[in-house]
């Protein structure tokens, strides 16, 4: 019988941040990894500083590459070698840290590119960090979105629990904003975020867009965008079939999310979204690299450099992180497997 457990790739994330005693605390949660074939990609050392740090200690079968690693009911480890010891410290943004990180995840990617991983699951990153390591893109989806080759729409989203969210324009400056708000880019961005949830188990989402301007536009006086662009975007929408509703105000209609009437909202830009969700459960969320050929998945927050090497990390947006990974990639497997039974 075909094997249908997915192949999870996990990253260690910036050597200087919290990355590894996050990991470390992830692989000693053993009931993750029941149904899952899970692959720690990174260096020896580092791996062993975060069990370090973390009070934890994993022995994990070695594996020489990928395929072997579908071989092995639990999770076990490919090394690599992708930065010395001692070329990084705690709490440093250098181009030898963020040229791991690019280095660790092109392998991963790869590897995805070659039908090999179902998933990946990357601990904190240092955007800084990766540019001074050779990092030619604004953020990692680029750098993903290029890997993988993609040329449609992509995005990220964030989740909190079964609320996701999307945004239509990402890390650009506010003064621009105004200029992603398009018909073709709402569309595109509600279709995402609701295939994915259905991707992510959910078997009927609700999605909801929000409003550009304050008050919804207050018909027209407050602006127009919301009747000249984004009320026939969402018309669209429910035209192909999909359940889309609005544009809503975006300071009521997270409220509207929280009680439970919509899994998904699609915002207009960074911080009309951000704000509210890390509002609702920070310490929670997760990133979901949306429109890539698998799924990619990293907690919400940063590399926290002021509790780097300290023991405190919380591991419990990592365990979202890696459950979604999980999920979706399960579900992204067993579809290729019917459409490769069925041809």
């Known amino acids: 019988m075909t094997d249908s457990h997915p192949l999870v790739a996990v990253t260690l994330g910036d050597p200087a941040g919290i990355g590894p005693e996050l990991i470390a605390r992830l692989f000693a949660d053993a009931p993750l990894f029941a149904d899952v074939h899970a692959v720690l990609v990174g260096d020896r050392w580092l791996w062993q500083e975060g069990q370090r740090v973390a009070g934890q200690s994993h022995e994990l079968p070695e594996v020489a590459d990928f395929a072997d690693a579908r071989q092995h009911d639990g999770p076990v480890f490919l090394p690599v070698d992708s930065v010395a010891e001692g070329a990084v410290g705690y709490a440093e943004e250098t181009a030898a840290g963020g040229a791991s990180v690019l280095s660790v995840l092109s392998r991963c990617l790869d590897a995805a590119q070659a039908g090999e991983v179902d998933a990946i699951c990357f601990a904190p990153l240092n955007k800084f960090s990766m540019k001074k390591g050779g990092l030619a893109h604004e953020d990692e989806l680029h750098f993903f979105a290029e890997k993988l080759g993609v040329t449609g729409y992509f995005c990220e989203f964030n989740t909190l629990g079964s609320l996701w969210t999307s945004r239509i324009s990402s890390h650009i400056p506010l003064k621009d904003a105004a200029s992603y708000v398009t018909e073709e880019r709402i569309v595109a961005a509600s279709r995402l975020i609701h295939d994915s949830l259905k991707l ?71 911080d009309q979204g951000q704000i509210a969700i890390k509002l609702l459960g920070f310490k929670q969320g997760v990133t979901v690299q949306g429109g890539l050929p698998i799924p990619i998945t990293t907690p919400a927050h940063g590399t926290a450099f002021d509790i780097a090497g300290q023991g405190k990390a919380d591991v419990g947006p990592t365990r979202n992180a890696f459950t979604i990974a999980c999920r979706m990639g399960e579900n992204l497997r067993r579809r290729r497997l019917e459409t490769v039974t069925s041809a």
């Open 200 to 270: 992510a188990g959910i078997e009927a989402p609700r999605v909801a867009v929000a409003a550009f301007n304050p008050h919804g536009g207050e018909g027209g006086t407050c602006g127009r965008e919301e009747i000249e662009v984004i009320e026939p975007a969402v018309k669209q929408c429910q035209a192909e079939g999909y359940p889309v509703a609005g544009p809503f105000p975006a300071d009521t209609i997270f409220l509207k999310a929280r009680d439970g009437e919509y899994d998904a909202i699609v915002t207009m830009y960074h």
